[in-house]
């Protein structure tokens, strides 16, 4: 009796045996541990890196007038607090929130004027009047809460309608 083995099958065995071999023990095939110990030095920040600078945040330049673009683009007159008695803003006794509520409904009862969103949460309405968009904010401040009317950039809005909307709001509310 013949005992024959198939080629196939003796070489598809012999390649299992090298491959476990190789495997579970060569040296040949294991990677330098020296690269993977748990003793590497941790990555490190410089120390001028930790944080960001602070101190100039928000100071201005000598001699900048409120209002201009300053050297790295940023205009003073958007961070500045609001003032009162400008033809795009007043204040209204009375917390933001509550403030709000009363704008919307001064808002609801003004002819011509659409509200195309209401914010809550930023205490803006983006409205359309007399064919102009802008958008009417509500802030809140040490006097009260600051109504104004704002472009889609946040600059004081311009314009007939934005001043004319402002100075309906202020008799509706009693703003100062």
């Known amino acids: 009796m013949r005992s024959t083995v198939p080629l196939s099958r003796a070489a598809i ?25 748990a003793q590497t030095r941790p990555l ?16 201005s330049p000598a001699g900048t007038p409120a209002g201009t673009v300053t050297a790295s683009g940023t205009v003073a007159a958007a961070q500045a607090a609001p003032v009162a008695g400008t033809s795009t803003g007043f204040v209204v006794a009375g917390s933001r929130d509550e403030v709000f509520e009363k704008v919307d409904a001064a808002l609801t ?47 004081p809005a311009t314009g007939e309608a934005p001043v004319q909307l402002v100075a309906a709001l202020k008799t509706a509310l009693g703003g100062h």
């Open 13 to 37: 065995a012999g390649a299992l045996v090298v491959g476990l071999v190789a495997v579970s023990g060569c040296s040949w095939l294991r990677k330098d541990d020296a690269l993977y110990t």
């Open 44 to 59: 490190e920040v410089p120390p001028d890196l930790d944080l960001p600078r602070t101190t100039s945040a928000m100071a």
């Open 109 to 155: 009862a003004v002819d011509g004027l659409t509200i195309a969103s209401r914010a809550k949460l930023l205490g803006a309405f983006d409205v359309n009047y007399l064919d102009s968009n802008f958008l009417v904010r509500v802030s809140e401040t040490e006097a009260g809460a600051y109504v104004s009317a704002v472009d889609p950039r946040g600059m």
